[in-house]
């Protein structure tokens, strides 16, 4: 699974995207309430497959705090959402700003986090390996 990011570029399009290959889209979040923090706790259990999809999306969230993996000159601002398809998962990635301290971070797409912004598009495109 690991191997499907190794070297990669997030490339545009201003086409329809297929959906059952590897593809991103860029969305903008507005939050919609500040106030709506809820907090769930418990224990996982993982598979060899939920194993293999946590190590992927920590090398994803490497790259994008380490390198620049799209085609365009991008600078992300607070709360960017950027959805990543492989061919098998979709992780979830938020842009935080906390003091002067800016990332991305892992965005839990739980069914809380669904309801804290609402999304407007601003790119799309496939994952082009290199």
């Given at each position: 699974m690991c191997e499907v990011f190794k070297e990669y570029k997030l490339c545009t399009c201003s086409d329809?995207?297929?959906?059952?290959?590897?593809?991103?889209?860029?969305?903008?979040?507005?939050p919609k309430n500040k106030d709506n923090d809820i907090l769930i706790e418990g224990t996982l259990i993982y598979s060899e497959d939920e194993i293999n999809r946590e190590i992927t999306e920590d090398i994803l969230l490497q790259d994008l705090n380490s390198k620049n993996i799209f085609d365009f000159d991008y600078h992300p601002?607070?709360?960017?959402?950027?959805?990543?398809?492989?061919g098998k998962y979709i992780y979830h990635f938020i842009y935080s700003k906390v003091e002067s301290i800016s990332k991305w971070e892992i965005f839990d797409k739980?069914?809380?986090?669904?309801?804290?912004?609402?999304?407007?598009?601003?790119?799309?495109?496939?994952?082009?390996k290199l």
């Open positions: 329809k995207i297929d959906k059952t290959k590897p593809y991103w889209v860029l969305n903008k979040g507005t601002l607070k709360n960017d959402i950027l959805k990543l398809y492989d739980g069914p809380f986090s669904n309801n804290k912004f609402k999304l407007r598009q601003k790119r799309k495109g496939f994952i082009e």
